[in-house]
């Protein structure tokens, strides 16, 4: 299958079908088609993604949010205990300080701070993902004393819903 590298290639092969059935177009018109197949604005902006313009120089990965946490012992039990996450790693000034970690599931990241100013309770964030179903069917059947999470039919797809014990939701969500 052809990607967008495969531009110059595909206009010439465009030219050459219209060509066989009596249609002419030029080579910028089919440049200018192709790129509107891939979605994008003009042969321009197309061009400077095949040149690697748009991204060799930058690009963003997936968020990692902060989430305030006011109880170790309770963090780890919702977070590697309820949602199976694992512990990646974990950082403080001095033992006696407050602790910052990362916990993670596939490709799901979360920064967890009992710091003061790093994160407000009550955040709500937004997770896409496969499966959501089998995931919430999963999560009920831990039988979890704080949250027995359901499942949402919205017009934008399926969404559980799990509320972290310091307020914070994470709706999952399968567009």
């Known amino acids: 299958m052809r990607n967008y590298r495969d531009a110059k ?26 790129a509107k197949q891939f979605g994008l604005a003009s042969w321009n902006v197309l ?33 590697l205990g309820f949602l199976g996450m694992t512990l990646d790693w974990e950082h403080r000034f001095e033992t006696t300080m407050p602790l910052y970690c990362q916990v993670s599931r596939g490709a799901l990241k979360l920064h967890l701070s009992e710091h003061s100013g790093d994160a407000s309770p ?11 179903e089998a995931w919430q069917k ?14 949402q039919r919205q017009d934008w797809g399926v969404e559980c819903e799990v509320i972290a014990p310091f307020g914070n939701r994470i709706r999952f969500l399968e567009a």
Not at 122 to 132: E, F, P, R
Not at 138 to 151: C, E, I, Q, T
């Open 138 to 151: 999963s999560l009920v059947a831990k039988d979890y004393k704080y949250n027995r999470p359901g499942l």
């Open 9 to 34: 290639a595909m206009a010439k092969a465009m030219r050459e079908a219209l060509a066989a059935a009596d249609l002419t177009v030029s080579h910028s018109q089919a440049l200018e088609i192709v």
């Open 122 to 132: 009550g955040a709500n964030m937004l997770v896409y993902m496969k499966g959501v």
């Open 47 to 79: 061009s400077a993604k095949i040149e690697g313009k748009e991204t060799d120089a930058w690009r963003f990965e997936p968020p990692a949010p902060i989430i305030r946490i006011f109880d170790e012992a309770r963090a780890r039990d919702f977070y």
